[in-house]
């Protein structure tokens, strides 16, 4: 199989697994977007989507916030970890979006990785998710998935970020990361991994992946 042949088939492959994508965080707009995404690093998505409604609840907008203290946001959303530096994160970028926005989030990518607490990773999720402007948002599943099918070096994320726009469509780019993290936790996991339910990794995965699962199962 040819690259271009592996690439295709990867994206049939998504296709017919997830035609219709589900949205991992649960939000209602740019906003709540942003802090639910700010609040899932090193969380999970289940544990955000059940922290986010009690913080919406008393603050769904940088208004109403900013009303709120460090600490008291710090309280709330504890159960999601780093809660230091994500409830100031969250206060800060609130206060900037008021001073700076008008209370809206910015449609750049600039103006978003200026905001306390938000890398390049959160900004594209908000970029894509939000406005629906095309980016490739790349996270532990995806710089997984990435290396084990043969598509990037796996050195680092922002290769791996760079790889994956090379090789897929810019067009399919905001559906496609949605696919691959939903693939890797269903078929693809870094734990119990399962290479005969991953169809993609068993059909065109590196070699040397595929020589160390069996290594591994064959103990």
Request: charged letters at 25%; proline letters at 6%.
């Amino acid at each position: 199989m040819t690259k271009a042949e592996k690439v295709q088939f990867t994206i049939d492959t998504l296709n017919d697994l997830y035609p219709t994508i589900p949205i991992p965080l649960d939000h209602k707009d740019p906003y709540t977007l942003l802090i639910a995404v700010l609040m899932s690093a090193q969380s999970t998505d289940v544990r955000v989507n059940q922290i986010t409604p009690l913080l919406f609840e008393r603050a769904d907008n940088p208004y109403d916030m900013i009303k709120l203290s460090v600490e008291e946001i710090r309280e709330i959303i504890k159960p999601v970890g780093l809660s230091p530096m994500k409830s100031k994160g969250i206060h800060g970028l609130s206060e900037i979006l008021i001073e700076k926005h008008n209370g809206e989030v910015p449609v750049s990518f600039e103006a978003l990785e200026e905001l306390p607490a938000v890398g390049h990773k959160t900004a594209s999720v908000v970029m894509s998710q939000a406005f629906g402007i095309p980016a490739f948002p790349v996270d532990t599943h995806i710089h997984r998935l990435m290396y084990r099918w043969g598509f990037t070096n796996g050195k680092n994320v922002v290769q791996t970020e760079k790889d994956a726009k090379r090789l897929f469509p810019e067009g399919l780019w905001n559906d496609l990361h949605l696919q691959i993290i939903w693939y890797g936790r269903e078929y693809s996991p870094a734990r119990g991994w399962d290479i005969d339910k991953d169809i993609i990794t068993k059909t065109i995965g590196r070699k040397t992946v595929l020589d160390e699962y069996y290594k591994k199962t064959s103990r």
